[in-house]
């Protein structure tokens, strides 16, 4: 095997032809000199199609490729512009990189494949560049990805959820495929209309396949699903119905801390400051209320018999919390009269919170049920958001919410890069 084949090979130079290899003392790289092969040359950087020489661009230019052993690698060549009648005069298409890249596809992908598997850290550390430049190789990696994936085709049954990715109320409207476990599509915004985006992308013959749309009740969703998708049914999504239950339990939380402390020092929010005694025993309990009892702690199932024994109304609205879990968890007519009896002992219950919640409950009853028998749990579109706000973290530093996205698709929507010359996913 000739040198220049072990290079073309090395460096994802395919449809290239290597005319020369030098060592630049002051960038401290090696310089691969390459020319695109004839039939590969004279084609638009962004349609491919060919076209006529416009005149040389910018003359000479480099590509930041993987490293050779520890000596960082750059792929030199001219880069003249083509008139495309379609763009206007364009920088050509090389085989090596995608348009507009200041990195060839192998790094791109190296890049792209260790955002998605290891630290930021790591990832920075062993490309040598910057996280925000890992931040646009992930969005244009991932806008490749798009261009050859149709990831909404096949839709049966999905999730829609909402996630927040930065403080400030910046938020990431998400659509899971219930079927595959992949995410789908992720925009910005939370409104309505951002999730009509995602339907105007799917098309009314595609929506017309939907028969199960999970999601929170949210009314700015409802219109939208309404308009959209009117013959889907749709499901409650179990994971905020329990959160409604844990919100009404807050209630009767914080008026047991209020009473507890005397009315001292509580502020708004119903924080005791400097508690003492019972209202700080209440303030210890908190994840003991909110936690399944099977994940409880030992130490957290004496704090909830103690609030057995000291505070019943707090208990009885505790009691109340767990009930309407069990009944999500129940199946087909023992579910529906589990939910009966769930209604008419919270609507008796004499605790305002849990009095509103039932008339929650039964106003969305019809979702509800339909959750139950479908058998369709918002599991996994909890876990996917669980994974994006782990992921939003990753992605800080990076600019704007596209690059969030690109990263969230490649992790979570089941198309990743291989890592380069490798043919199958290694995970
Ligand atoms: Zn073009």
């Known amino acids: 095997m000739r040198i220049s084949r072990v290079l073309q090979s090395a460096f994802g130079l395919e449809h290239s032809v290597v005319e020369g290899l030098d060592f630049d003392e002051e960038a401290g790289a090696m310089v691969l000199s390459v020319r695109p092969v004839a039939r590969a040359r004279g084609r638009c950087g962004r349609c491919g199609r060919r076209a006529p020489r416009y005149d040389r661009g910018h003359g000479r230019r480099r590509w930041r490729a993987l490293d050779l052993g520890t000596i960082p690698v750059f792929v030199e060549a001219d880069a003249p512009r083509v008139a495309c009648s379609a763009h206007g005069p364009t920088v050509a298409a090389v085989p090596w990189a995608r348009h507009g890249a200041g990195h060839t596809k192998d790094f791109d992908d190296q890049a792209a494949w260790l955002a998605v598997h290891v630290s930021k850290s790591a990832a920075v550390e062993l490309l040598r560049i910057a996280w925000r430049t890992v931040g646009s190789i992930v969005a244009r990696v991932g806008a490749d990805i798009d261009a050859g994936v149709d990831r909404l085709e096949g839709l049966v049954r999905i999730g829609i959820d909402e996630v927040s990715y930065k403080r400030g109320h910046r938020y990431l409207t998400v659509v899971v495929d219930h079927d595959s476990g992949r995410l789908v599509w992720a925009a910005p915004g939370k409104e309505g209309a951002t999730l009509a985006g995602f339907f105007e992308a799917l098309g009314s013959q595609r929506t017309a396949r939907l028969t199960h749309i999970t999601c929170d009740m949210a009314p700015s969703f409802a219109w939208v699903l309404r308009h959209y998708a009117p013959d889907?049914?749709?499901?409650?999504?179990?994971?905020?119905?329990?959160?409604?239950?844990i919100d009404a339990l807050d209630v009767e939380r914080r008026r047991a801390r209020r009473a507890a402390s005397g009315q001292g020092n509580v502020d708004e929010a119903g924080r005791i400051h400097s508690a003492k005694g019972p209202a700080r025993s209440l303030r210890n309990a908190r994840y003991a209320l909110w936690k399944n009892p099977e994940h409880l702690s030992a130490t957290q199932r004496h704090q909830l018999e103690w609030v057995q024994r000291s505070d019943p109304r707090l208990y009885r609205a505790y009691l109340l919390k767990e009930g309407l879990r069990y009944c999500l968890g129940c199946q087909g007519d023992e579910a529906r009269h589990a939910l009966d009896r769930w209604l008419a002992w919270a609507k008796r219950s004499r605790l305002p919170a849990f009095i509103d919640l039932a008339d929650k409950v039964a106003t969305h009853r019809k979702e509800i049920e339909a959750t139950i028998d479908s058998r369709l749990s918002n599991?996994?579109?909890?876990?996917?958001?669980?994974?994006?706000?782990?992921?939003?973290?990753?992605?800080?530093?990076?600019?704007?919410?596209?690059?969030?996205?690109?990263?969230?698709?490649?992790?979570?929507?089941?198309?990743?890069?291989?890592?380069?010359?490798?043919?199958?996913?290694?995970?």
Do not use: Q, Y
């Open 232 to 245: 889907a049914v749709r499901c409650a999504d179990p994971f905020h119905v329990v959160r409604w239950a």
């Open 379 to 427: 599991a996994l579109v909890e876990s996917t958001n669980t994974k994006i706000r782990l992921l939003t973290r990753v992605a800080f530093g990076f600019h704007g919410p596209e690059p969030l996205i690109a990263l969230a698709m490649l992790a979570l929507g089941g198309h990743c890069p291989t890592l380069p010359g490798r043919n199958r996913p290694t995970h």
